[in-house]
């Protein structure tokens, strides 16, 4: 595409050719191949301006910059607000192409990665970008965000279209929604989970954080909105779903540690996963799958082949991997396994630094009430020091004393010498992540990893039926 075409009708100042052909657009020097337009947009950490050098060895013709350089040989496209064109000129270049999709958003502070993974299920063929995986047909791409930058949405978006999806679910996180990385994407339906208090070092105030969920709501054609969530009056109108309440109600929930069914409408479902709050889940997709057309006893019969999504209550014998890293997900998981476990429940956990320190608290009074046994351990310290961390959830046990492990392979080999065969063991935090951030070093971590190589003969013989 031409330059002048990409750029047609947008007030910018170019200096230089504007007849060059663009092959791509970039944001990050590293991914610049040759013909590409490089977007030098100032970040929280780094000015894309002083990458601009590396663009342009890379094979960049062109860049979008805030400040004309006379020293630049190459064209220069200026603009005031950098940051502001970024989706724009992502949507062009790909040809807008959610508007050839069915396009499903899901938000909310948990719950997002199962219900979209459960929506695509039922609406195959169908693309998914979600916090663990970006899945087009068969390729499938491991995620570094819940919600990617506006140039790499637009363009798995254009390769759903291009490989035959009819169908686009993505996980809007409200970084996502209010870093502008969703902007230029038509979204039919807009799909609400629940709210809690989070992300506060971000959005400061629990209704900042909702307002920008709400972003979200404002901009789909229709919505599907959790009943039983306070929060839900907040985001707007659309059709509900509940336990409690809502229009499409799930009734006779009966749990078991192989799976759950209840009915809707007096149509059985059975889900082969467990716990009440993924009775919520389902119950979103089933909503978002009615919305357009869907029958229930078509549903019911789909969602028998479900496949969960990766460490999200994953199991390895009787020890259990969950994303859970907040205190309304941890309480949720530890509930469920003291339901089905007939020992104790023992959970191995940390929290993140430079996040939302509230969470520490809260994972700690759910671990407090809900686990037999637990285990502080480190989840990307990142720039925090990590006994500082342990030492803030420690603070937050009235009930029990937990055991303190910082290094995290030693805490899970500990969960592991200490239970039973009865026991159940909870993971809890990481879940897909495959790093581990210490400091300024970033080393490969993968808790599923270690849980199955340090299986050692005794713990196999109680643990792996």
């Given at each position: 595409?031409?330059?002048?075409k990409?750029l ?5 100042q ?8 663009i092959?791509?657009i970039?944001?990050?020097s590293r ?5 590409h ?19 342009i ?8 910059t805030?400040i004309y350089?006379p020293?630049?040989?190459k064209?220069?496209v200026i603009y ?8 724009i000129?992502a ?7 959610s ?9 909310g ?6 219900s979209a993974y ?15 995986e970006?899945?087009v047909g068969e390729?499938r791409?491991y995620a570094?965000y ?5 140039i790499?949405?637009?363009r ?13 679910v993505?996980?809007?996180s ?13 979204f039919?339906l ?10 506060l ?5 629990v ?7 709400k972003?979200?709501?404002q901009?789909?054609?229709?919505s599907?909105l959790?009943?039983?969530s ?12 509940g ?9 006779k929930i009966r ?7 209840f009915?809707v409408?007096g149509?059985?479902?059975y889900?082969p996963?467990?716990g009440k709050?993924n ?9 978002a ?12 019969q789909?969602?028998r ?10 199991r ?8 859970a890293?907040?205190?309304e ?14 020992g ?5 956990f940390g929290c ?10 809260s994972?700690a009074k759910a671990?407090?009430t ?6 502080i ?6 720039q925090?020091?990590?006994k500082k961390i ?10 029990t004393?937990p055991?303190?492990e ?10 592991l010498?200490?239970a039973s065969?009865s026991?159940?063991i ?9 790093e581990?951030?210490?400091g ?9 990893k270690v849980v ?5 003969p005794f713990a ?6």
């Open positions: 595409m031409k330059l002048k990409l047609k009708g947008l007030k910018v170019v200096k230089g050719n504007q007849d060059v052909e092959s791509g970039s944001i990050d991914q610049v191949a040759f013909g337009l490089f977007i030098a947009k100032k970040g929280k950490v780094f000015d894309g301006a002083q990458f601009v050098p590396q663009a060895d890379a094979g960049a013709v062109a860049v979008l805030d350089d020293f630049l040989k064209t220069q005031h607000n950098v940051h502001e064109l970024e989706a000129l949507a062009r270049f790909y040809s807008y192409p508007e050839e999709l069915f396009v499903a958003g899901v938000t502070t948990k719950g997002k990665t199962t459960l929506i695509k299920h039922l609406l195959e063929p169908a693309g998914l970008m979600s916090t663990v970006t899945v390729m791409m570094s819940t919600t990617h930058d506006a790499y949405n637009q798995w978006l254009k390769e759903m279209v291009e490989t035959g999806c009819k169908a686009a993505l996980e809007v409200s970084h996502g929604l209010a870093q502008g990385r969703v902007d230029e994407i038509a039919d807009a799909v609400f989970t629940n709210l809690y208090p989070d992300h070092d971000y959005h400061k105030t209704e900042c954080y909702a307002e920008e969920k972003k979200l709501f901009r789909a054609r229709s599907i959790n009943a039983d306070p929060w839900s009056a907040c985001m707007g109108k659309g059709l509900t779903y336990i409690e309440q809502g229009e499409v109600r799930a009734e749990l078991s540690p192989e799976g759950t069914s009915t409408d149509c059985e479902f889900i996963l467990i709050f009775v919520y889940n389902t119950l979103a997709a089933i909503a799958a009615l919305s357009v057309g869907k029958p229930l006893f078509e549903m019911a789909k969602l082949s479900f496949q969960p999504p990766p460490a999200r209550l994953e390895v014998g009787n020890v259990y991997i969950d994303f890293h907040t205190g997900a941890l309480e949720n998981v530890l509930q469920t396994l003291q339901e089905i476990s007939t104790r429940v023992i959970v191995v993140g630094g430079n996040r939302d320190p509230l969470r520490r608290t994972m671990a407090d809900y686990a037999d046994i637990s285990i351990t480190n989840d990307n310290p990142r925090e020091d990590p342990a030492e803030e959830i420690v603070m937050g046990f009235r009930q004393t055991l303190v910082l290094d995290r392979e030693k805490a899970i080999q500990k969960a010498e200490i065969g026991d159940v909870l993971i809890a935090g990481k879940g897909h992540e495959r581990q951030i210490l300024s070093r970033t080393i490969p971590f993968d808790d599923r199955e190589a340090i299986l050692i196999r013989n109680k643990f792996i039926n």
